[in-house]
C-alpha cells in the first residue's frame, strides 16, 4: 500500500514564503513524475508545478518566478518552495505522483495527497 502526505500548509501575510512537503511511503518500486495541484473555492483545480523522475520541470504562469518544486529521491519527497506569495495563491494544495508499486509483479498508479490549506492575507 502506497500513502503520499503533505505538509506544511498555513497561513502567512502576502510577500511571505512557505515551503510545502510532499512525502510517499510504502511499497515503492520507482516515483515518476510528481506535481503540486491546487484549488480554491469555487474554482478548478489547477497544476502548480511539476517535475519529472529526471528533474525536469514545469510551472504554471502565475507562478513562474516565485515558486521552486524539486525532489528528493533517496526520500521519496517533493517540495515547493513558495516565495513572494500572493492572496491569490490562497487554495488548498495537493501533492500528486505517478508511483509504480509492488513486488514481483508492479503497477502504476497515480495518487492525491490529502491536500494542505495556504491561506495568505493582503
Known amino acids: 500500500q502506497v500513502q503520499v502526505v503533505e505538509s506544511g500548509g498555513g497561513l502567512l501575510q502576502a510577500g511571505g514564503s512557505l515551503s510545502l512537503s510532499c512525502a510517499a511511503s510504502?511499497?515503492?518500486?520507482?516515483?515518476?513524475?510528481m506535481a503540486w495541484y491546487r484549488q480554491a473555492p469555487g474554482k478548478q483545480r489547477e497544476l502548480v508545478a511539476s517535475i519529472t523522475s529526471g528533474s525536469d520541470t514545469v510551472y504554471a504562469d502565475s507562478v513562474k518566478g516565485r515558486f521552486t518544486i524539486s525532489r528528493d529521491n533517496a526520500k521519496n519527497t517533493v517540495y515547493l518552495q513558495m516565495n513572494s506569495l500572493k492572496p491569490e495563491d490562497t487554495s488548498v494544495y495537493y501533492c500528486?505522483?505517478?508511483?509504480?508499486?509492488?513486488?514481483?509483479?508492479?503497477?502504476?498508479?497515480?495518487?492525491w495527497g490529502q491536500g494542505t490549506q495556504v491561506t495568505v492575507s493582503s
Open positions: 500528486n505522483a505517478d508511483i509504480t508499486y509492488g513486488g514481483g509483479i508492479y503497477r502504476t498508479r497515480n495518487y
Open positions: 510504502g511499497s515503492i518500486f520507482r516515483i515518476n513524475a
